[in-house]
């Protein structure tokens, strides 16, 4: 496509593989990834609205968790799996930056929603005797709603921002899905605004929640070094251990995407990394939280009977 020719109104989406012997089996592999992800988490969102034994704060947020986790995935793999069985990857301009902003919607709130759930497992093991107090009902609802809030406001200035580009040297996203970082590098319109603005933004959400997660889990590790009991100290390693896996996969990727240093367009484009964090971390996370925990499986042990 010619240079200030025309303006281009669609995208082709050159997607995982460019080997046409590697799409069937690629899709099926998705596919069951994708309806694994999407039992695990809508069935451990059902399982802790059944079960009133799992109306705590850390079930709420979990329930939450596996919220964020099933729209990720389904803001990316279904467009995928269709691209992988038919030759057509062309996607809109208005449908690509809706799929970045629900994308982005999800990935911000399990960010915060992390941060949120690090410090409930704070106030639980180094405050138990005002873990009600503090952990109301009516707190955990607001600060999950602030989750979704911003979860909700935080991509409407990226998508804003990707109105005034404008793209005419090449309609080819060397992507699965409409990341924002390789859009950036087929625009015509210079982005250093979008971005610097991303950058910013990223670094401010990502790192204000991580650093409030090694607070809490500092505190809780030291709480729970002082406590005499043995069976004690397994039970709050237990609870903190699956969170604190969830949290270094979810942000060790993300940090490696938009927080790491150094320019240049190759590094934007490792499929790889994108895969883990937009598939792999929605299929283990029910697992990572459900494998271990005895509430968790004696509710679902009680449904399955």
Known sequence: MEANQTLVTEFFLKGVTERPELRVPLFLVFFFIYVITMVGNLGLMLLIWKDSHLHTPMYYFLGSLAFADAC????????????????????SRLECFFQYYFFCYSATSEVLLLMMMAYDRYVAICNPLL???????????????????????????????????TFCKSNVIDHFYCEILPLYTISCTDPSINALVIFVFATVIQEISFISIIISYTRVLFAILKKRS????????????????SV??????????????????????????????????????????????????????????
């Open 131 to 165: 873990y009600l107090v503090v952990m109301s009902n009516r707190r955990c609802t607001w600060m999950i709603s602030v989750c979704y809030a911003i979860g909700f406001l935080h991509p409407l200035i990226h998508v804003g921002l990707l109105f005034r580009l």
């Open 72 to 91: 990720t995935s389904s803001s990316v793999t279904p467009k995928m799996l269709m691209n992988l069985l038919t030759r057509n990857h062309m996607i």
């Open 230 to 245: 043995e069976s004690g100290r397994s039970k709050a390693f237990s609870t903190c251990s699956a969170h604190l896996l």
């Open 248 to 305: 270094t996969l979810f942000f060790g990727t993300l940090f490696f995407m938009y927080v790491r240093p150094g320019t240049g367009p190759d590094k934007y484009q490792d499929k790889m990394y994108s895969l883990f964090y937009t598939i792999i971390i929605p299929l283990l996370n029910p697992f990572i939280y459900s494998l271990r925990n005895k509430e968790v499986l004696g509710a679902l042990s009680k449904v399955m009977k």
